[in-house]
Structure formats: structure tokens, C-alpha cells
């Protein structure tokens, strides 16, 4: 089965790194859309076409299956990709269900892009799990800004997170969602600042087991081991991944270095 994912910049390969570690055995199509991120920060027409220009570049690739690795781009266009496409099409949506079921009385924060907030997706998320209003959402556009350029545990990363969080007591909170795939490389800044009793939430792990159901495969047994892929080329080779980057295929070794740091990164984060 080859699967595509696509988000609009490297926030994706989050998605795509849960996979391997679930459905190792699948074919994958990696598709980021840098020539227009952030996506957050765009207009919802722009997203739609965007998001129909990526959906149609996989299939032409031969994906038989696509994953919206962007909870933008599927707050803004999931229902006309699936009206558009005749293959199963699965979009992210910010992990807050798991968030209410799993905790209690205290208050739960989702952070999000400007877009994936103020869409009508999420309000209507809330409005079916959030029975007791304990959720409260805030932007955070610019860490998709530090994920692409790699920046992740820098005092620039660290005091953006203190100035956004500061209007709320953090004291106040049992767990955070992130509500975008780009948030997902900045953990370790997430639990220095709110500590170890607050949960880290996100919906990488619930899209790709939702993804196994559709497409009836079996999810591997033994995807919490731990593994580091220091070979990034017998990774790739036994992945059968292709990655591209706004329609270039990347081969050459400095961008394949990039992406090794990245996955290396979501490795070291995936169960802090």
C-alpha cells in the first residue's frame, strides 16, 4: 500500500514518523509544501487550493491513500478533498477528546495555528467533547516559524512560549494539546515550562491506528521500541519513502541530512 502524507512544511513527518513505527511495512509518499508555509497564517481560499494541488500531485505518484498531516489544512478543505478524490482520505484534528477523557476538574489548553482555531471544525469539536468548557485555546503561529528553521530549545523558542502562556496560570492546567503538527518537536520546551504532571497530548498516534482501521492493516505490535536511525539511507531504503519538497524529489545529501535530524528529533520527543 503506498500512502501519501502531506503537510506544509516539515511539521508532517511527525505523521509520518508515527507511522513507522506503526505500520513500518507501507510504501510512503512525503509531500511538504514549502514554497507556502506557514499555512496558518493564510487565507482559507489559499489553503484549499493548496490542499487540492497536494492531494492531486500524490495520486499521480500512485498514492493509494492520503493522510492531512496539517490540522489547517483539514480544518479548511478535508470535506472537499474526500467529495473530490476516490481514495480514503484522513485529516488531523486537534487531540482534544482523548484530552477530556483522560483528566479531570483541571483546565485543558490546545494550542493551535490562527486558522485551525478560527475555523469552524474545532468550535464544533468542542461542542460535542467539551461539556464542561474546561478548554481553552491559543495561537502559536510562530513556532511553525522556529520548527522550519530548526530551532527548537533556543531562549528565543523558550521566551515565545513564556510571553504566549503568560496570560494564563499554569497552574491551572492538566494537560496540552498541540493542535499542530510542527508543535510536536518542541516537547522538552513544553515540559520545562509546564512540568511533569502536565500531560502532552497530541494526535499523531490516534490518525495513524485510525488509519491501519481504514485501510485494514495491522499495526505493528512493537512500535513503542525505541529506534534511532542513524543509517538515514537503509532507513529510506526500508521505508520505500520518497520525500519531496513543492513537487522537487530530495535526494541530494544535505536536505536527506536535514530530514535525518528531524526524525532523529521526533525519535528523542516521542514519549516525553
Do not use: W
Amino acid at each position: 500500500m503506498k500512502i501519501g502524507i502531506f503537510d506544509s512544511g516539515i511539521g508532517g513527518l511527525s505523521v509520518l514518523h508515527e507511522a513507522y513505527h506503526q505500520l513500518p511495512g507501507q510504501e510512503y509518499i512525503f509531500y511538504a509544501d514549502t514554497e507556502h508555509v506557514p499555512y496558518g497564517q493564510k487565507t482559507p481560499e489559499q489553503i484549499m487550493g493548496y490542499a487540492m494541488d497536494n492531494a492531486r500531485f500524490l495520486m499521480e505518484k500512485g498514492a493509494e491513500a492520503l493522510v492531512v498531516a496539517c490540522n489547517t489544512a483539514t480544518s479548511v478543505a478535508i470535506k472537499e478533498l474526500r467529495a473530490s478524490f476516490d481514495i480514503p482520505i484522513l485529516g488531523m484534528e486537534p487531540a482534544v477528546k482523548p484530552a477530556v477523557e483522560e483528566t479531570e476538574k483541571k483546565r485543558i489548553m490546545v494550542i493551535a495555528t490562527p486558522v485551525t482555531i478560527r475555523e469552524d471544525k474545532l468550535k464544533s469539536l468542542l461542542h460535542r467533547v467539551d461539556e464542561q468548557h474546561r478548554v481553552d485555546l491559543l495561537a502559536m503561529p510562530r513556532l511553525v516559524e522556529f520548527a522550519e528553521r530548526e530551532e527548537f530549545d533556543s531562549k528565543e523558542v523558550k521566551d515565545y512560549l513564556k510571553e504566549q502562556f503568560s496570560g494564563f496560570d499554569k497552574e491551572d492546567y492538566c494537560a496540552l494539546v498541540l493542535g499542530c503538527t510542527h508543535f510536536n518537536y518542541f516537547k522538552p520546551a513544553y515540559r520545562e515550562y509546564f512540568g511533569d504532571e502536565t500531560l502532552l497530548i497530541d494526535g499523531n498516534h490516534g490518525t495513524i491506528r485510525h488509519l491501519a482501521d481504514v485501510l485494514g492493516l495491522e499495526t505493528d505490535k512493537t512500535q513503542d521500541k525505541e529506534v534511532y536511525y542513524d543509517d538515514y539511507h537503509k532507513m529510506l531504503c526500508s521505508t520505500k519513502t520518497e520525500y519531496y519538497f513543492s513537487k522537487k524529489l530530495i535526494n541530494d545529501e544535505k536536505t536527506l541530512e536535514h530530514l535525518k535530524r528531524l526524525h532523529n528529533r521526533l525519535e528523542q520527543v516521542r514519549k516525553i
